[in-house]
């Protein structure tokens, strides 16, 4: 083991403990395959994209990392598990902001094998992001069913305001035409809005973002568009 990892190990109190899942319990829970709040992942020699799964998880509903479990549901386990917990603690600590809350333990599947689980709980400091040393800006990414997407500047807006209160609106002619048109249809982007609605795409934004935040729309998140419907 390399002094850093020694002295990771002996200094922090982040690092992995035994945890009280039994092998019986991990593989009943690999068997439900990945969803809004459980991902795969084989192995941690990709930090890098790791993080926007464990930022995911904090800015939507909390999650659970598998570290040396497939994505054809397989568990083969890390083999250097110490070196990957380090690897995967740094980049956590190092690559997301605000700095995230999580847990990290490990379950043996052979005797020389081991999968790393790392829980992380819904954050009350959204939204986070991912900064990468080769990217100016840092990324703020959300969770859809069983993948990672970037949120949008309007998701953006909502995750850091989902807990204000008294948030208030008016009830003019875009909003009329908005929901009319979500009468017939189920759902729609933000610049269908601003077209149907001749406004300008800043105030279609303005206007999506207070509807959601005044529960009267949900929206959700898409790679290309974020879609808007009646909550």
């Not at 092998?23 to 009943?28: A, I, T, V, Y």
């Not at 464990?54 to 250097?80: C, E, M």
């Not at 807990?163 to 249809?185: A, P, R």
């Not at 934004?205 to 959601?212: A, G, H, I, M, P």
Request: charged share 30%.
């Amino acid at each position: 083991m390399n002094q850093a990892l020694v002295s990771y190990f002996e200094k922090t109190e982040n690092h992995s403990r035994v945890s009280g899942m039994s092998l019986k319990d991990l593989k009943s829970l690999v068997r439900q395959g990945e969803n809004l709040q459980l991902e795969f992942k084989l192995k941690a020699n990709h930090p890098e994209k790791i993080v926007r799964e464990v930022v995911a998880f904090a800015n939507t509903k909390g999650g659970t990392l598998l570290i040396g479990v497939g994505d054809d549901k397989s568990i083969p386990g890390l083999k250097f598990v110490d070196e990957d917990e380090y690897i995967l603690v740094r980049a956590i600590e190092r690559n997301c902001f605000p700095p995230i809350a999580y847990d990290i333990e490990r379950i043996s599947v052979t005797d020389d094998r081991e999968v790393l689980v790392i829980t992380i709980p819904k954050s009350k400091k959204k939204p986070h992001y991912v900064q990468l040393e080769t990217e100016e800006m840092g990324k703020a990414y959300v969770r859809v069913a069983d993948r990672s997407v970037q949120a949008s500047k309007e998701m953006k807006q909502i995750l850091r305001r989902e807990n204000e209160e008294g948030i208030q609106f008016s009830f003019g002619e875009k909003e009329k035409v908005l929901m009319t048109y979500l009468s017939v249809n189920k759902q729609i982007t933000l610049a269908e809005f601003a077209k149907i609605a001749s406004i300008p795409p800043w105030l279609a934004s303005r206007t999506l973002v207070l509807l959601v935040l005044a529960n009267v729309l949900k929206i959700q998140a898409h790679e290309t568009a974020d879609w808007y419907s009646v909550a």
